[in-house]
Structures are given as C-alpha cells and as structure tokens.
C-alpha cells in the first residue's frame, strides 16, 4: 500500500532485509559521538561514573513509570511519563557511554545472544551491581511522595549536569546539555508540586509532610563524594557533588519558605560498613524492581522479545 | 534561587498564587479553538463519537504503558512509552471536546469536587460507559501481541485520522492532523517489528502467528458502523468505518505478504444482542483494568492526588 506516508516499508525491502530479523535494536545511540576516553581519565573509572549518573535515571524512570495510568490526572499522567521518558533516554546514552569506556564492566551473556552493553547493563545486572543513589530506589507512596522525591532528586541533577556540560568527555558534555533542559522541566514541575500540596489542604499538607521527613535523609548521597567520582573529576570529566551543596540547599530553601515548611531535622541515611548506593549497596525495593523490570528479558536473553 | 533557568517560581509568586493551590490540572486543552458544534450535528452525537474514539486511545495507552519496563530493551521500552504517551494525548483532547460538546454526558461527582471533564470521564466512568473497540481492551501477552494488536490498531486508526482532517469540527479535524503523524509512525513500528518476528527464529515466527489468530478476530469492530457514526458522518463531521476497509485490507494485506504470513481465517467477532464495544459491550479484561486505572482518582475525587 502506498500512500502519502509512503509505503510501510519504504527503505526497507531491497535494502539490507537482514538486519530487520533482529529488530532495530542494534542501533548505536551514539553513533557519530566522539567516544575516545579523555586524556588523564581511566576507562574503568569512566565507566563506573556514568553507571551511577545513567543507574541514578534508570531506577528513577522506573519509578515514575510506574506512575503511568495512576496519577490523579490525565494531564499530570501526560508528564509523569514524559518526565520518566526523559530519564530513560538520558539512562540509554549513559550505559551505552559506560559499556563504550570499559567492555569489561558488561555483563556475558549465553552464547549468540546478541544484546547491545546498554541492555545488557540495564537487564542482566544484580541490584549490588548498580551504582544509584538510594533515594531512587525507594518503592512508590502517594502522589505527595513522587513530588517530593524528584523535587530532591532534579534540584541536585539539574545542578550537576549544569556544571557537567564542561566535562572533557564529549559524550558526558553531550547529555549534561541535553539533559540540562529536561530535568529544568522536572524540577519546576515538582517545585510548583511542592508548594501546591504544602497550601493545599489540611490532607495535601499532611501527605506533603510525611513524604519530606521520610525521604529527607536520602537527599545527602546525592552531595556526597565516591572515590570514583573524585578521579573522574579530577581529571576534568566529572563534577565533585559536594560542589553542588551550595546551590541545593539555596534552592530547596527557598522552595521549602515559599512554601512555609520547615527544613526537615533528619540525620542523613548511613552508608552500611561505609558503603552507599555508589558502591552497590541497596535497599531490598531495588531487587524487587529489578526482578519485574528484568523478567522479559531474561527469558529470552538475545530472543528479542 | 536565581539561575539561569529563571527562579524557580518564576510567574508564580505575585501572581494569582491562588490558582496553584489546586495545581495546574484546570489548564483547557482546548483554549483557543472553536468548540462551536457544526450546523447539522447533534451535540450528543457528537459527544459519543468524540468519547469512541478518545476511549479507543485511552485504552490501547493504558495497555501500551502497561509495557513501561517491560519492553526486551531500552530502545523499544522508549519507543512503547513514545506511543503510549501519543496516544494519551489524543484521548486528552477527544474526552474533552466530548465534555464540550454535550456536558450531560459528564458524570456528576461529590459535591465540591473540581475535577475537568476529561478526568472525570476518564476516571469515574463505568465499564459500560466506554465505547472503545473491545481490541484496544484484550489484556496483555506477549511482545508479539502488543506488535499484533498494535498493527491491526493502528492502520485502521491512520485511515481514520486522514479522512477526519476533513471533518467540520475544528477540534476533530486538528486532532485528527496531528494525530495523522503519530499513527503513522505506531503504524510503521509495528509493521516492522511484524515483519521481524515473522522473519525472526522459529519462536518468534510461532508466537506472532498465535498472535495474530487471537487477536484477528478483533479487526473488525474497527470497520463496522454504528448508528452514531452514521448520523456523525452523514452531517459531515465524522467518518464511516466501513469506507476505511479498502485501504485496511490492503495495507494488511502487503504485510502479511511480505512477512510469508497467511490472512487469518477465522470470523469476527460477534456482538452480543447486536451490541459491541461502541455500545458499551465490553470483556472482563476492561473492567480489571479500570479498577487500576481510577483508584487514585477515585480514592480522593478532587482531591489533587
């Protein structure tokens, strides 16, 4: 059938059918990206970075997600999903980056199965294998604490990909720019969230409250420094997050005044042994979201299913 | 915080801060458009027409987010959540050009409640109140299946949308020119991903072939007219179902051909008592879903959550 859109498979029958036996998933996201490692910088190290900055958008794409057909309404259900689309396209180019600085880090899979290292690093890693803040990870509330959570989360990732756009890995300084103008989105919408529900009601504020003095000790992980992030910043490819306290704590004090809710008195959330979520260390609600998000494609490593 | 993304509240603060302690779900997606029912249109008719084909939407969205973190990997996990979020979109528009058209078809909630016309069809309708085609409302299986039932979905739903741009309602035909170009790409992806399975291993050829026998019977609701289609497309506003079946056919037809695959033969489904899915008439699988899809909305009707 041809139309005005062309035949459904213009470009595609006479051209190299082959490929379309395993889809289009082979696609190299970032093909045409200058993807040498920055003088000074080590692979490993690189990778390991851009695990916990894609794992970071991964987790919390995932949570959004799963706000899809459940928020209160179609338009805030319209960008809830738009807004976890952002950060699953910002996780792709990540671990696609990371499986590019270091093949090592990407997981064997059986014989013949033919999964790109971005796939591979999303669906066929364990939860000690993720490098994601934990303020991520923690399972879903209500609608208060979605707000709150990504109000915590974009205030610092906006911030971060701001000062990662001078990053000397072209890819990094790539997806800070590109990122930049999603997460500014994100981070207004929970921002406006935030002081909606703290005026609203006696139940928003209630709900509002309760969400902010729960998730509040998870925000520090987000400003405290990895050994692997010091390197990395170091050598001029990353950014130091204890740079970033000034500008976070300016601007959740001034969400939190507007909104006339006092900063929470929570000590931050303790490493175990002094390891955090940077180093794999998890909460059980990470394994039980990996275990739905990875099930199809375990059962069918390479099966393109 | 003053950044170079502007404060954070930026027109908000000094402005009517009022209408923030609701949240910004009051936004008209039809602000600005002529809502004027065209001469020779009853207003209820064209209500239930608007709600057949934004329920259509609606529905296929929910199953196609259902998909969110499930999809075989990142790219089509994106590519499924794209689609969904297309057509969510279109639903938006319909279910409240259906609100504006005939506002006695909004169900009336508890007093005090302030909730616009899409979300309250959306999300306090019953079961019976949907007129979706009962294709769009079949639970999930498989990949295959969401390849399947998204190719029979979509080249009936692009043949629609390239007629309507003619319609004279303003709001159907500039929902029908911006849809034309969403649909054509769901159509393409699918027809791709159909030819790729059909192509694919012993399996994946299997499956869509199981596939592709449950949901045939399915198609035809999509090209059946009801009486108010008739009524809707005699007095120039809508389409008659049954003028789209040239090009389904052979647009079905061309994939199936180059994909080695035999045209089903199995009959359509029946209604029951003459009555179908435009009636009201749907399966279980609706039901279970709405449960789902409406306990938040329900559990605070108003309430912002």
Chains 1, 2 share one sequence.
């Not at 738009?82 to 990540?94: F, I, P």
């Not at 300016?250 to 809710?261: C, E, K």
Request: hydrophobic residues 45%; glycine residues 10%; negative net charge.
């Amino acid at each position: 059938m041809s139309d005005e859109h062309g035949t459904i498979f213009d470009g595609l029958i006479g051209g190299d059918s082959s490929q379309w036996a395993f889809g289009t998933g082979f696609e190299d996201p970032l093909a045409g990206v200058d993807t040498t490692v920055p003088d000074g910088v080590v692979g490993a190290d690189l990778a390991a970075y851009c695990l916990m900055l894609g794992d970071d958008a991964l987790v919390m794409a995932q949570r959004l997600s799963e706000w899809c057909s459940r928020a209160p309404d179609l338009e805030e259900d319209i960008a809830l999903a738009n807004m976890a689309l952002d950060l699953l396209g910002q996780a792709r180019l990540l671990l696609t980056r990371a499986a590019a600085a270091d093949p090592g880090i990407v997981p064997v899979l059986p014989a013949g199965s033919p999964v790109p290292g971005e796939d591979a690093l999303a669906f066929f890693r364990e939860a000690g294998e993720f490098r994601n803040v934990r303020l991520a990870e923690v399972a879903n509330g209500d609608f208060a604490h979605v707000v709150v959570r990504l109000l915590l989360f974009s205030v610092a990732r906006l911030a971060l990909l701001e000062r990662l756009r001078a990053s000397t890995d072209q890819v990094l300084a790539a997806v800070a720019a590109k990122g930049v103008k999603e997460v500014a989105y994100h981070r207004d919408w929970a921002g406006r969230w935030f002081l909606t529900l703290a005026q609203g009601t006696d139940e928003s504020r209630r709900r509002l409250l309760t969400a902010l003095d729960a998730l509040w000790p998870y925000q520090n992980e987000l400003v405290s420094l990895h050994p692997v992030e010091s390197r990395v910043a170091e050598a001029g490819a990353g950014v130091d997050p204890r740079s970033l306290r000034g500008e976070v704590d300016a601007v959740l004090d001034q969400v939190l005044a507007v909104s006339g809710v006092d900063r929470p008195d929570r000590a931050p959330l303790a490493g175990i042994g002094g390891r955090t979520g940077r180093d794999g260390m998890h909460t059980e609600a990470l394994s039980r979201m990996l275990a739905e998000m990875q099930a199809v494609a375990r059962a069918h490593p390479g099966g393109r299913w």
